[in-house]
């Protein structure tokens, strides 16, 4: 069974395609998204071309900064918890 993941949900970055630092949107973070880590999907966008999305997920505040804000597809995410 496929679980569509929407927007708020708590996911888990269960794969990482190409390098960390491709994924990132924001970089001023604290550092790049690993494996295991736990995120906020904040935005849904449809890829170019129709095929898929593409999931902004932000992962939680340290102190004043954001740890990680990146880009994943669909097959890099696991969801947790519904939003």
């Keep these: 069974m496929v ?3 929407v927007q708020y949900d708590q996911v888990r ?3 990482l395609t190409g390098a960390a630092n ?3 949107v924001l970089v001023t973070g604290l550092r ?3 494996v ?3 995120g906020t ?3 849904i966008a449809d890829r170019l071309g129709g095929n898929g999305r593409h999931y902004t ?3 939680g505040l340290r102190g004043a900064r954001r740890i990680w804000l990146a880009t994943f597809s669909a097959h890099e995410l696991e969801l947790v918890a519904a939003g």
């Design 32 to 34: 790049p998204p690993q």
């Design 22 to 24: 491709d994924h990132v």
């Design 3 to 5: 679980t569509r993941i």
């Design 36 to 38: 295991g880590d736990l």
């Design 13 to 15: 970055i269960v794969a």
């Design 57 to 59: 997920v932000a992962c």
């Design 41 to 43: 999907v904040v935005d």
